[in-house]
């Protein structure tokens, strides 16, 4: 009895304890991993002497308006040798005539495939971009979406430029649009910190995802990685597995000059981003086992970190400058090292958010995941 007293004392300050470990973590992640990046001399490529034949893939379900939009600038690019190969997967607006109109416009620019509504039962992105994929005369695809905007004339020069020797993915970044609204700046928050992670992962030699936004890799290497067939029995995955299962330490570049950045629309309704994250959350079962404990132990860590700052808040008032000091340490570790990365993707404004966005972000992330992880998907859009 007497031996169990004296641990009593000890007992008491666990939490703490508990807290400061859960703080050790995050600090690996901000300062060893994202610090990667913070240090990283952005790159461009545009002026290499090396300029690859490129094709450029977009797949497009009812994308009239999107289309009308943007494609005019990606058609545009200051570019010398690249075609446009354009999926139109069973459309049934106007976006047929649509891409007539364009090919009329642009002769030789662009090469449509049409997905018919006799194989709907087929109708997966990952479908598409392989009919687009096999209809590309290129070497070098590069991969963007119908409501995406490059930010320049030069988009298409940085992304196919940086194939340089050894390299066969080249991963871009693709902000969304700034609008009103808390749940833009949620949108942005969430695309900005992803994009932090898989950039700063990548530059350590453990790249695990790209976004099909603004992506690159050669047709050789989906051929000899049998293409989608690891992941054919889910919808999403056609861009963040693919990297996932084929990427190495050495042939994967980032691209992440201003001019290389490629804008899109963002959701608009919390159900439609809910959904967009669940589809997200599905296919992150399918990467790698190390990659799924390195991503979970990040994710845990801070949320379990928010939780720990609670609870040691609620048991020592008397103690209260304990926790804040170490919510300042992390916070300032978070503001030096994400305001360098804000500043190379574009979004220095969301800084002045961190500290809520940071703490809604883990929660809310987690309980998508948690709901959705292994919820069947129904679309690819």
């Not at 300029?51 to 939009?69: F, G, M």
């Not at 910190?193 to 050789?220: C, E, I, W």
């Amino acid at each position: 009895m007497a031996q169990l007293e004296q641990f009593i004392p000890i007992l008491y300050y666990v939490p703490l304890g508990i807290l400061s470990l859960l703080l050790i973590i995050q600090l690996y992640y901000i300062l060893a991993v994202y610090g990667k990046l913070a240090a990283y001399r952005v790159e461009s490529f545009q002026d290499m002497t090396e300029k690859p034949a490129v094709s450029i893939i977009i797949c497009a379900h009812n994308e009239q308006e999107n289309l009308q939009a943007f494609l005019p600038q990606i058609l545009e690019q200051d570019y010398p040798d690249f075609e446009i190969v354009i999926v139109d997967d069973c459309s049934d607006d106007e976006t047929p005539w649509l891409l007539k109109e364009f090919s009329a416009r642009y002769p030789g620019k662009i090469k449509i495939v049409e997905i018919k509504d006799h194989i709907r039962l087929k109708n997966t992105k990952k479908f598409a971009v392989t009919m687009g994929i096999k209809a590309a005369k290129h070497e070098h695809l590069v991969f963007t979406d119908a409501d995406c905007d490059p930010a320049s004339k030069h988009w298409l020069a940085e992304i196919a430029c940086a194939f340089t020797p050894g390299k066969e993915i080249i991963l871009g970044y693709s902000p969304y649009f700034k609008t009103t609204g808390f749940l833009n700046k949620v949108i942005r928050f969430e695309t900005a910190h992803t994009a932090m992670s898989y950039l700063a992962y990548a530059l350590r030699g453990n790249a695990y995802m790209g976004v099909g936004r603004n992506l690159a890799y050669t047709r050789s290497l989906f051929f000899k990685g049998k293409g989608f067939n690891k992941h054919m029995h889910i919808k999403s995955g056609d861009d963040d597995l693919f990297v996932n299962h084929n990427a190495t330490a050495t042939n994967v570049q980032i691209v992440i000059h201003p001019d290389a950045h490629v804008g899109s629309v963002p959701k608009t309704t919390w159900k439609s981003y809910y959904k967009q994250k669940g589809r997200h959350a599905g296919a992150s079962v399918l990467y790698k086992t190390r990659h799924k404990r390195m991503l979970a132990t990040q994710l845990l860590s801070a949320l379990l970190f928010y939780v720990a700052l609670f609870v040691c808040a609620a048991i020592y008032p008397q103690l209260w400058f304990i926790p804040l000091s170490i919510y300042i340490l992390r916070l300032i570790s978070q503001l030096v090292i994400f305001g360098n990365i804000y500043k190379k993707l574009g979004v220095g404004g969301l800084l002045w958010w961190l500290p809520f966005l940071d703490l809604f972000y883990y929660f809310y992330i987690c309980i998508n995941g948690i709901f959705n992880r292994n919820k069947k998907q129904t679309s690819w859009k």
